[in-house]
C-alpha cells in the first residue's frame, strides 16, 4: 500500500500544472444555468481520455419529475446532459461516488470583479473565476485523485463512480437522476468549497417566494395608497426574527463555530414600476436554511407560523394575507454520524497529508448529499478545497495549493476505501 | 352673455352620450408612453372635424433637447405626436391655454381590475379605464366646451390654444415642446384629476434612483457579505424620516387638508438575481415632491445632505457610499396668487355650474402647469373632474356627471376670459 501511495503522491505532484490547466479550461467555460454543455464537454472529454465507463443523459421524464425529492423550476434540460463515469474495480472492494456540479450562479456585479469573471486568470497561486470554487476546483481534484490512480496503473477493488451532474445550484436534479438511475454506493465525497474542512452533516435548504400586496396610487397622494415595499420592510424584519428565534435552538457542537447556523437569506426583492407610483405588489425571493435533524416540512411550518402571526398582528395584512410558495430548489439536510469509517478514513488520509488533524464541523449550506444520503441511502461526507466565503461572490477564486492537497487526501482515500489488488 | 351662456349649457346637457362616447374612444386606446399616437389620432380627429387649426409634430430637436428644463429619458419620439389646436378669436380678448395629456401611467396588477383596464367600460354612471381620470376625462371636458362654443356660433374675442401633450407623466416634455414652439398665453387651465377642486399652487416633483451597495455571499454562509436588500431598509427609512421633517415645515394653509403635502415615495426596488445569494446591489427608484416656494434645487440638495448623513453613521456606508442620481422626470412647482383673475373668474364659474363655493388648495402633485407658468410665463391654473385617489390606480374611473359639469364650468370660464363678440 505504502508503494502505491508514494506513486500516486509523486505523479499528483508532477502533473500540478495540468490540473490547473484543467480547471482553467473549466473556468472559461461559462456554464450558469442552462449553459452547462461546454464545460461539461471538457469534462467528458476527460473522462473519455482517462477510458472511464462513460453515461451521458439529458435528465428528465416522469419518474424524475414525479419524484417527491424533485424539486426544480426549469423547463427544458436539453443540450445540457448529466455525466457519470465509472472506474470498475477488480471486485470485493467497497464502492465510492464523487459527486461534483458543472452548474455555477450567475456573476453578480460584473464591475466588482477584478478580473473577467470567466478568465481563469491566475496569480500567486490563485485562480480567479466564477465557478472556482463553487465548485470546478473540487471536480478537478477529484479528477486528478482519478487520473492518478490509472496513471500509476493502481487497480482499485472497489468501483469509483465520478458524477458531474447539472442543477446543483437550483436544487439537485441532477444529482437525483443519477441516484434514480441507480448509481448508489458504499461512500461518497462531494468535494463542495468547505476550506478544507469536513462536513459530516449538511444543512438543508430551500427557496421561498414571499408575495405582499399594497394599494396602488399616484406617488403625490401616496397616502392614499399602501405601498408594498414599505409593507416589504415588515416582512423582512420578521424574518429577520425569525432567523435569530431558530438559531438560537441549534446546539449540536458541530456548529460551534457557524455565526449563522440555519441562515434565511433574502436573496432578491422586486417592487414598483413607476418612480411616481405607489407599488401595490412586491416579490421576495430567499433561501432558508433547515437543520440536520430537522426536516423540510418542520421548517416550512415555522415559516407558515411566523407569516400567519404578522398577517393577525397587522392590519393591512389581516385584509391582505401575506402569501408564501416554496419554489425552485430544495436541498434535503445530510446527517452523517461523526465516526462512520468514510470520516474516519478521510480524517486519516487528511493527517497523513497536511500533517495536522481535520476541523469537523456542520455544513453551513446545503449540498447535493441530501440526496445521495436521504434518497440513494449512501453515506456522504463533504470536503472540498474551495473558499466557502467566496462561494457565490465577485473574485472567486481557489488557492491552487489546497486543491492539490485535496486530491491527494481523496486519491489516499479511495485507496484505502476501495483498496488496491496488488 | 346670458343667452350665451344659456345656449352653451343647453348644448352640453343634450351632447353627454356624445362626451362619453369620446373618452370611451379614448381610453380603449392604451397610451402608456411609446404608444400615444392611437388615442392622439382621435383626438386630431376630433379637433379637425371642429375646424380648428392643427399643428401637429413629432417633439424633439437641440432646442428642446438642451433646455434645463428638459428632463427625459426616452430615446424616441417618433410616431407619437405633441398636437396643439387653435380656435382663432375675432381679436381683444384674452387667449387661454387648455392642457391636457395624453399619456397614462401603466396598468399595474392586472388581476386588480375588475374590467379590462382598457374597456372604457360604464356602470351607474362611471367609466371605468387606465387614463379615465388621469387625464382623459380631463382632455374630454375641454373638447366639449370648445365644441359647445363652436357649435353654438359662439364667436370668442381671445385665442383658444388646446394642447394634448405626450410625456407629462414623464416629466412634461410635450409641454416644454409647445413651450419652445411659442405656444403662450394669457391664462391656463389644466384639467387634471383634482377632484373638482381648484389648485392655484402645485407642487413640484422629480424623480431619484438610489443605488446601494453590499456584498455578495453563498446565501448559506451569509455572514459573509452585507446584503443590500438590508441596507436598503435603512435607506427607506432615512427616507422615510426625511418626508416627515420636510413636510413638518409646510404652514402653507392652502395644504392644511393635505396629509402630506411633499411626499417622498419609494416607487421602485430591484435587488438580487438568486434566492441563494447575499444580493451586493439595490436599486430604489422614487419620487420626491417639491413645495410651490421651493427650487428643485433646494429639496435635492436636502435629499443629498440626509444621505451622506447616513454615510457618516454607518460604517459600511462610509466605506460603501449610497449613490443617488436625478433622471428621467421633473415637474417644476407652480405658485400662482389665489386671488388672481383666473382664480377668481373660474370660481365664480364654478359657483354659477354647482351652486356653491369650490375647494381652493395647493396640489398634491406636479403637472405640466410648472413649466407653462415658469418657462411659458403663462399663469396656470389647476381643475378637473377626475377623482385623484384613483390617478395610477387600478380599477381608475371618472364619474362621468362630474366631467359634464367641469365642461360647463370651463365653458363659461372662457367666455368670460376670452370675452364674446355679439
Known amino acids: 500500500m505504502k508503494n502505491h501511495e508514494i506513486r500516486i503522491r509523486k505523479w499528483l505532484k508532477e502533473n500540478r500544472i495540468k490540473g490547473a490547466r484543467l480547471l482553467q479550461r473549466l473556468v472559461q467555460e461559462n456554464s450558469t444555468r442552462g449553459n452547462e454543455s461546454s464545460a ?33 423550476d426549469r423547463k427544458d434540460f436539453e443540450g445540457n446532459p448529466n455525466l457519470v463515469a465509472v472506474l470498475k474495480g477488480t471486485g470485493g472492494g467497497k464502492s465510492m461516488i464523487l459527486n461534483g456540479h458543472i452548474d455555477v450562479v450567475p456573476v453578480g456585479d460584473r464591475n466588482r470583479w477584478e478580473h473577467d469573471p470567466f478568465s481563469g486568470h491566475i496569480e500567486s497561486g490563485r485562480l480567479y473565476g466564477r465557478g472556482a470554487t463553487d465548485m470546478k476546483g473540487g471536480t478537478v481534484a477529484l479528477l486528478m ?109 458541530l456548529y460551534e463555530n457557524i455565526p449563522i447556523p440555519i441562515p434565511i437569506n433574502i436573496g432578491k426583492i422586486t ?88 476541523i469537523i464541523e456542520a455544513s453551513p449550506w446545503g449540498t447535493d448529499g441530501g440526496i445521495l444520503s436521504n434518497i440513494g441511502g449512501t453515506p456522504v461526507v463533504v470536503f472540498g478545497p474551495g473558499i466557502t466565503e467566496l462561494a457565490h461572490d465577485a473574485n472567486e477564486h481557489i488557492i491552487l495549493e489546497e486543491m492539490f492537497a485535496a486530491s491527494e487526501i481523496i486519491a489516499l482515500t479511495l485507496l484505502k476505501w476501495c483498496g488496491v489488488n496488488d
Open 145 to 253: 485523485a482519478i487520473e492518478s490512480i490509472i496513471e500509476t496503473g493502481t487497480k482499485l477493488k472497489g468501483d469509483i463512480i465520478f458524477q458531474s451532474v447539472i442543477e446543483e445550484e437550483s436544487g439537485g436534479a441532477g444529482t437525483l437522476a443519477a441516484v434514480l438511475k441507480g448509481y448508489r454506493a458504499d461512500g461518497a465525497i462531494i468535494p463542495e468549497p468547505t476550506n478544507m474542512k469536513i462536513f459530516p452533516k449538511q444543512q438543508g435548504s430551500m427557496w421561498f417566494r414571499i408575495t405582499v400586496k399594497g394599494k396602488a396610487a399616484h406617488g403625490g397622494t401616496r397616502y392614499e395608497g399602501v405601498n408594498a415595499i414599505e409593507k416589504s420592510v415588515k416582512v423582512i424584519q420578521r424574518l429577520q426574527q425569525l432567523e435569530k428565534d431558530r438559531n438560537a435552538k441549534i446546539t449540536d457542537s
Open 40 to 72: 461539461q464537454a471538457v469534462i467528458i472529454e476527460k473522462c473519455r481520455q482517462l477510458g472511464m465507463k462513460l453515461d451521458i443523459w439529458e435528465i428528465g421524464g416522469d419518474g424524475l419529475r414525479n419524484h417527491p425529492a424533485f424539486c426544480c
Open 271 to 358: 417592487s414598483g414600476e413607476w418612480p411616481s407610483s405607489v407599488p401595490d405588489t412586491a416579490v421576495i425571493e430567499g433561501r432558508m436554511g433547515v437543520a440536520p435533524q430537522e426536516t423540510i416540512q418542520e421548517a416550512q411550518h415555522q415559516m407558515h407560523a411566523c407569516l400567519e402571526e404578522l398577517n393577525e398582528q397587522d392590519e393591512w395584512f389581516k385584509q391582505h394575507p401575506i402569501k408564501i410558495e416554496w419554489f425552485g430548489a430544495m436541498w434535503l439536510p445530510g446527517n452523517l454520524e461523526s465516526d462512520h469509517p468514510l470520516i474516519e478514513e478521510l480524517s486519516r488520509s487528511f493527517k497523513s497529508v497536511k500533517g495536522d488533524e481535520p
